[in-house]
């Protein structure tokens, strides 16, 4: 497994991004977790690469949550 690197600056600009795409703190962690796991697994920690998982993250999360609530409205 290569080594995994992530600077300071790299994170915190990951949870600025996930803040302008979620409402809470719990889905700024959850969102940034979910893209440190992926950049984990695939062994990169470019920027661009990360704001693509990120943003391919958070309309996941949007699209569970609306089938969560169809679902609990049928």
Not at 7 to 28: H, K, N, P
Not at 65 to 72: H, I, K, T
Request: glycine share 6%; proline share 1%; charged share 30%.
């Amino acid at each position: 497994m290569p080594e995994f690197v992530m600077d300071i600056d790299t994170y915190r600009q990951l949870r600025r991004q996930a803040a302008g795409l979620t409402r809470s703190d719990a889905e700024v962690e959850d969102l940034v977790q979910d893209v440190l796991l992926a950049a984990l697994q695939a062994g990169r920690s470019d920027i661009g690469w990360l704001t693509g998982v990120m943003q391919n993250q958070a309309a996941m999360h949007v699209r569970t949550a609306v089938r969560r609530r169809r679902r609990e409205h049928d």
